[in-house]
């Protein structure tokens, strides 16, 4: 009996010994050779063959419904998971990654049901038509990207694409024997049936509606001078691109919002360039091709850089109560100037810009309070008329004019309170007055 009942209890130490083996999970403590890893399963509801990292269940034998993969972010979804890479507009995250759009593919906010070309952000029923880029910016056939004026010729057979009465530059030219006004009336009629215009006795603009000059995209000479006065829609010169000869000069004043002097890009050369009151210049961005001018600066009150001259080879100078401009750089490298006056600047603190100058033939350096000596003259040698400099109350070193050699005039400082008959004398005695005189007053 005894033997009966310890073979029953070796039967059943058996049976628990090999369901343990047989158990799912971890293997029993202290079992030799055994893993201590989970054997896990992850829910394919969908049956993509990749798993639901959050349903995941202890087995280490497959189940049915249940894989070993876990990189399925949406188990309802066949298409989604699993490494694929994203496919456009089917509505699954097929890559499991948010950040990768299915729609909406150049991010524009428009939906490829609203956007005629998904690729490309500036192109959407939002946008508009950009002519001649060769693109439907608007999505939108009906508007022109080329002929605009409908006349059946493209911008590349058509000089004025913006009126279908003109497009032959041999038949389609006006050109103006007497002086042209627009005072107070809009110019849209300006290139009414013209490729091209040309002044020859002055063009006057004043008082414009207009924020650019678009409408005299036509104009290509002005003899007798431009004048646009009295503009305050005024913004900048875009319009005058074709503008390639300009005779008698460039005269802007009181256009109290012009902030730009971009759109002269056909000119070289400028003749007397007056700027008068346009106070919402900072600078002279829009001039870099201008090879030549005669320039004055007045009453300029936002100027604070000569930027935009760079290219400069053939120059005169005038700068007057421009009180935010603290140096003249930016000028360019003429070796000669017409003229140089610079007077009524109250922060010009030097002349540093002009290093360039060799000669020059009228200098004038008048009533600049701050100006404390001549730096930029340095090489400076000959003035051929008259050298003023006068009312520049802290100026108390002439050293930076030790280039100059001859002057064909008078010499005078004056009323300089900080420069003594010294100082004067000793600039006067180094120098070579063939025509004139040197005097002082204090």
Known sequence: MMWILLLACASKTTLDSADADNTVGVDPAGSDGGS????????????????????????????EGFVEDDSDCDDTDPLAGGGRAEVPYDGSDNDCAPSTP???????????????????????????????????????PVTRDDDLDGDGRVLADDCNDADPEAWDPDLHTIIYTEP??????????????????EVERGLHLEFLPNEDLSDL???????????????????????????????????????YN??????????????????????????????????????????????????????????????????????????????????????????????????????????????????????????????NGLLTIAYNDVLDDLSHLHGLEAARSDIRVIHNLLLTEEDAYALCDSVELFLGHCSYER
């Open 102 to 140: 299915d729609d909406d593919i150049d991010g524009d906010g428009l939906l490829y049901a609203d956007d005629c070309d998904d690729s490309d952000p500036l192109i959407g029923a939002r946008e508009r038509e950009v002519p001649y880029d060769g693109v439907d910016n608007d999505c939108d």
């Open 36 to 63: 201590d890893e989970e054997c896990l399963q992850y829910a394919d509801e969908d049956g993509d063959g990749f798993g639901d990292p959050d349903r995941p269940v202890p087995a280490c034998e497959e189940l």
């Open 180 to 197: 042209v006004l627009y005072d107070g009336r809009s110019t849209t009629d300006f290139c009414a049936g013209a490729c091209a215009v």
């Open 258 to 383: 012009l902030a730009s002097l971009r759109g002269l890009d056909s000119l070289d050369a400028l003749g007397n360039f007056t700027i008068v009151r346009n106070t919402q210049l900072v600078d002279l961005s829009g001039l870099e091709h201008i090879h030549s001018a005669d320039i004055i600066l007045q009453d300029l009150t936002g100027l604070v850089s000569l930027s935009g001259i760079g290219n400069l080879t053939r120059f005169g100078l005038t700068i007057a109560d421009c009180p935010q401009l603290t140096d003249l750089t930016g000028i360019g490298f003429p070796d000669y100037a017409s003229i140089i006056y610079i007077t009524g600047n109250d922060e010009l603190l030097s002349l540093e810009g002009l290093e360039p100058v060799q000669g020059v033939g009228q200098l004038t350096i008048d009533r600049n309070d701050r100006l404390v000596d001549l730096r930029g003259l340095e090489n400076l040698e000959t003035v």
């Open 217 to 255: 995209h036509c104009l290509t000479s002005v003899s007798g001078g431009l004048e646009i006065y009295n503009s305050n829609n005024l913004e900048s010169l875009r319009g005058l691109e074709r503008l390639a000869y300009l005779h008698d000069g460039l005269r802007l004043k009181y256009n």
